[in-house]
């Protein structure tokens, strides 16, 4: 059965860093471009970051461009989100997703 599970979010100051991690089981991990993304309680959820599968190229959203970076260690199945330079407007629930799977998400709060 294919699963997500995500973890590592917390509450941190405004500047501070946070890593989330992914770990994905039931998926030949490799063959998966792999996303995170975050939503805001009454607002549409957004794309943060991104992982081709195979390649594994990256790509951000333009509001983490510099701050945010995406990983994956295969070996583990587990895909990484080092976040560093947290702003306020970072706060939200944070998801990573293959293919038509989500995880539970995990809750980032940065306060100023």
């Known amino acids: 059965e294919a699963q997500l599970v995500e973890s590592g979010g917390g509450l941190v100051q405004a500047g501070g860093s946070l890593t989330l991690s992914c770990v994905a089981s039931g998926f030949t991990f490799d063959d998966y471009a792999i996303g995170w993304f975050r939503q805001v309680a009454g607002k549409e959820r957004e794309g943060v970051s991104c992982?081709?599968?195979?390649?594994?190229?990256?790509d951000y959203a333009d509001a983490v461009k510099g701050r945010f970076t995406i990983s994956s260690d295969s070996a583990k199945n587990t895909v990484y989100l080092q976040m560093n330079n947290l702003k306020p407007e970072d706060t939200a629930v944070y998801y990573c997703?293959?293919?038509?799977?989500w995880g539970q998400g995990t809750q980032v709060t940065v306060s100023s």
């Open positions: 992982l081709s599968a195979i390649d594994r190229d990256t």
């Open positions: 997703n293959i293919d038509a799977f």
